[in-house]
Nanobody, 123 residues
Framework: QVQLVESGGGLVQAGGSLKLSCAAS????????MGWYRQAPGKQRELAAR???????DYGDSVKGRFTISRDNTKNTVSLQMDSLKTEDTAVYYC?????????????????WGQGTQVTVSS
C-alpha cells in the first residue's frame, strides 16, 4: 500500500506565497506521475501540477507561471511552490501519485490520493 502524507497549506493573503509538500511511503513501489490536484467548492477536481519521474511537468492553465512543482525521486517527495496567489486559488489541494507496486500476485498498478490540505487565499 502506498500512502501519501501532505503538509503545508493554510491561510494567506492575495499576492502571497505558500508551499505544499507531499511524501510517499510504502514498500515495493515506483512512482510514475506525482503531483497536485485541487478542488474548489462546487467545482470539479482539476490538475494544478504534476511531474513524471524523469522531470516532465504539466501545469493547469490557471496556475502556469505562478506555481512551480519540484520532485525528489530519491525521497519520493513532491512540493508545490505557489506564488502570486489569487483568491480563486482557494481550494482543497490533493497530492496524487500513480505507478506500480508489488501485489500479492505480482506487480500491479496503483492510483493513490492524499487526504487533502486546505489553501485559503483572502482578498
Amino acid at each position: 500500500q502506498v500512502q501519501l502524507v501532505e503538509s503545508g497549506g493554510g491561510l494567506v493573503q492575495a499576492g502571497g506565497s505558500l508551499k505544499l509538500s507531499c511524501a510517499a511511503s510504502g514498500s515495493g513501489f515506483s512512482i510514475n506521475y506525482m503531483g497536485w490536484y485541487r478542488q474548489a467548492p462546487g467545482k470539479q477536481r482539476e490538475l494544478a501540477a504534476r511531474s513524471t519521474a524523469d522531470g516532465n511537468t504539466d501545469y493547469g492553465d490557471s496556475v502556469k507561471g505562478r506555481f512551480t512543482i519540484s520532485r525528489d525521486n530519491t525521497k519520493n517527495t513532491v512540493s508545490l511552490q505557489m506564488d502570486s496567489l489569487k483568491t480563486e486559488d482557494t481550494a482543497v489541494y490533493y497530492c496524487h501519485a500513480d505507478g506500480l507496486m508489488k501485489g500479492p500476485r505480482g506487480i500491479i498498478s496503483y492510483d493513490q490520493w492524499g487526504q487533502g490540505t486546505q489553501v485559503t487565499v483572502s482578498s
